[in-house]
């Protein structure tokens, strides 16, 4: 393998780690500059965030008075415990468990386990299959396996900096940062206040737990639904978000749990961190 080649295999393996690592957390897409969601392929939908002139009228009645009691409350909890399934056409799918923090930042620690995907299939050629992502509030960090430290002077971790994605290339790190900073689960019940069409699906069972189901599409380019289950104290128990990318149907489904779990993420050791604006600059050297 010449060195061009390689430096070009390290940044494509960096690259797949950040979709997984993004994705896992925050869902099926981030903010785009107007005010869509925008996923790894560029699909696009409106976001709770959009421009009043480019949003349906704003949910009011008691639909909206039980729906922002679900948004306080989720948010007031602080942190949870997700357990989380991703398919994203044929580009990856991936399964994600660990704890999530929201109160200074997004904080905490997710196990992410390949099971899917050209991208899937790129990772495990290179001896990854899963990896551990850790969630701070200025950055986050992706364990890769040995294969990959062997080739970036055997450090095993990527440190991805919110401020450096802002400026990928192409407009594909737009919102990045304030994408990852204000994710909680109530992001998707901030959705269905953005939908013209919410509807109180019933009472349901939910892992063993009663809950109430609540479902709405939020139009644009391309439509995506959103689907909660909420319990008697107002707390999101599970959420599935479905739309479309440019290589086939994007699915999340999350189960929360143990809200106010204690979460906590350390640093990896910087000797054994490569970081990922590096890594892209020595692909053009």
Known sequence: MTGTTARRTVVSIAVSAALAC????????GSD???????PTGSTAPSASAAPSSRPPALTGASADALRAVERATGRAGSARVES???MGRELSLEAAGALGWDDGLTGTLTITYTGGTTAETMRRL????????????????RMGDEFAERVGGR?????????LEDLGGGAGAGFADQMRNTTPNQAVKLLLSAGDVRRVGAETTRGRRTTHW?????????????????DRNLLVKKVERGRTNTGELTQTA?????????????????DTADFKELLASQGS
């Open 215 to 231: 479902s709405g599409t939020v139009g644009g380019a391309t439509e995506q639904t959103v689907d909660i289950w909420v319990d």
């Open 85 to 87: 399934t991703t398919v």
């Open 22 to 29: 993004f994705t896992a957390c925050t869902g099926p897409g």
């Open 156 to 164: 095993h971790w990527i440190k991805y900096v919110y401020e450096d």
């Open 255 to 271: 189960y929360y749990s143990d809200y106010g779990v204690p979460v906590s993420a350390a640093r990896p050791p910087a000797a």
């Open 33 to 39: 500059d107007s005010g869509g969601t925008t996923g």
């Open 127 to 142: 001896g990854t299959t899963a990896m551990e992502a850790r969630y701070l509030p200025d950055a986050y960090y992706a």
